[in-house]
């Protein structure tokens, strides 16, 4: 998998399906994680920065960022999961 996503790629965000090995590269969390989930409704995603050891730094400002952003995947998985 790692031929097919690093080249032209550094920097962005992987979503990938820990199952399936389904993946999506994209500039953003959020966008990957959704596309991940309209392909694959049942995605287990474990989420990578192309080129980095992590996908965020954490210091002061960071954490209020990924704070941000797991607030953001949570409501999504939640709302995903609640029937219609």
Known sequence: MRP????GNHGKIVAIDI?????????????????????????QPWIVRVGHRAVHRFGARSLAIFKEIMFAIVSSLTSRSTPH
């Open 19 to 43: 199952e399936t090995e389904a993946f999506e590269v994209t500039g953003e969390i959020l966008t990957a994680i959704d596309r991940l989930f309209k392909r694959i409704p049942d995605a």
């Open 4 to 7: 097919q996503v690093e080249e």
